[in-house]
């Protein structure tokens, strides 16, 4: 990790699973405050200004897709990196996570180091890349791969 002290926010309904993770990423060097729904988050990310956010998508009341939007429109000029953290791993939850500008993906349950790794990666980047977030080149990647199997 590097020596700055990247600004995480951990919103997931399941306690357990967003208070062990969140101490997982204050280990690998990460600066982590918790939420556990919402209005909670949004609450929040005035004070503390996240560099990233790891959202669970499946919430009651306001699901990740809804609360990334809502941030994303507070910090329009430099918005942070957000990541989906989902039991869901299929085609369609991808895609969707891909429309709703999540830059990664993490299913359920989440390597934290490899997640650690993957966040850091993305809050350094200046530029966003080529063709978009790392979201939306794997699942480039992966169409490309389905249309090229056979030839075509």
Not at 74 to 99: C, I, K, N
Request: aromatic residues 8%; negative net charge; contains cysteine.
């Amino acid at each position: 990790m590097s020596a700055k002290k990247y600004h995480v926010l951990v919103v997931d309904d399941n306690r357990d699973s967003a208070e062990s993770l969140s101490e997982l990423l204050s280990m690998e060097g990460f600066q982590v405050e918790t939420c556990f729904d919402g209005p909670e988050a949004l609450a929040l990310v005035e004070r503390f200004r996240p560099d990233a956010c790891v959202l669970d998508i499946n919430m009651p009341g306001m699901d990740g897709y809804e609360l990334a939007q809502r941030i994303r429109e507070r910090f329009s000029d430099s918005p942070p990196v957000f990541a989906t953290m989902t039991a869901y791993g299929d085609y369609d939850h991808l895609q969707r996570a891909v429309e709703a500008g999540f830059d990664l993906q993490f299913t359920k349950p989440v390597n934290p180091h490899e997640m650690a790794e993957q966040l850091e990666a993305s809050v350094q980047k200046d530029e966003p890349g080529e063709g978009g977030s790392v979201l939306h080149r794997l699942l480039k990647r992966v169409l490309g791969n389905w249309a090229n199997r056979d030839g075509k």
